[in-house]
């Protein structure tokens, strides 16, 4: 079997990562456009993988890293924010972009951890980080 004239090897991977593109169609809107792209790139690396061509494998191997280390700074160090509204017009203007710590307050971990878009998870109790900092008057947490 071919696509775009590579061999696949791995037909199970290839059908797998076929079903994830068409699936597309079926994803509701309400859960958004970054769970479409998400699924495209998904199925397009299973397909990608199940040739066995070594650039390729390489390349989603060191992409992967990449996105792991990026989501685990924004999960757990930084936040980035975008000002909505004009409340703050004379120090912050509408749209601008605002990195935070989630250090200095004190982080504090999930309560509940599961599979999202389900109901399936668990609670767990919750901790929270030593704080850097107390908030003075006027921060909003």
Do not use: H, Q
């Amino acid at each position: 079997m071919k696509i775009f004239d590579y061999e696949i090897k791995n037909r199970l991977l290839a059908l797998t990562g076929l079903l994830i593109i068409i699936s597309l169609v079926f994803i509701p809107d309400k859960y958004g456009f970054a769970t479409r792209v998400f699924c495209a790139v998904l199925g397009f690396i299973c397909v990608g993988i199940s040739t066995g061509n070594k650039k390729f494998i390489s390349e989603a191997k060191a992409l992967f890293i990449i996105v792991i280390i990026a989501l685990s700074v924004k999960v757990t160090l930084l936040e980035a924010y975008i000002v909505p509204t004009g409340s703050m017009e004379r120090t912050i203007m509408t749209g601008d972009f605002l990195i935070g710590s989630r250090f200095v307050y004190g982080m504090r971990t999930p309560d509940w951890i599961g599979i999202p878009y389900t109901d399936i998870g668990i609670y767990i109790p919750s901790v929270r980080f030593p704080k850097f900092k107390e908030p003075a008057v006027g921060d909003v947490l």
